[in-house]
């Protein structure tokens, strides 16, 4: 079977497609704080930019879909492009 990634590329990090997304509950006293958390949340777990891409708020928390892109739109993807080897 042809595969359509470098073969030293080591880290599944590397092969992820496009975004890796979170899906989770926040408790919290309103949807505008939800928000902060969630961007919080992002910067807690080293996620850089994140983009909120779900958020509904019950009374008592928020659920909340959260999107790290790995390669945006557009973005030259590093399994698609070639190394020059030596």
């Known amino acids: ?3 359509y990634y470098e073969e030293d590329m080591t880290t599944a990090m590397e092969r992820v497609m496009d975004a890796i997304d979170i899906e ?3 408790v919290c006293n309103d949807a505008n704080e939800g928000k902060k958390l969630a961007l919080q949340l992002g910067q807690e777990m ?3 930019e994140i983009d909120i891409m779900y958020q509904e708020f019950d009374g008592y928390g928020v659920r909340l879909r959260l999107r790290k892109y790995i390669y945006k739109p557009g973005t030259m993807y590093k399994y698609l492009t070639p190394e020059e080897k030596a």
């Open 1 to 3: 079977m042809e595969h």
């Open 24 to 26: 989770t509950y926040l």
């Open 46 to 48: 080293n996620l850089g």
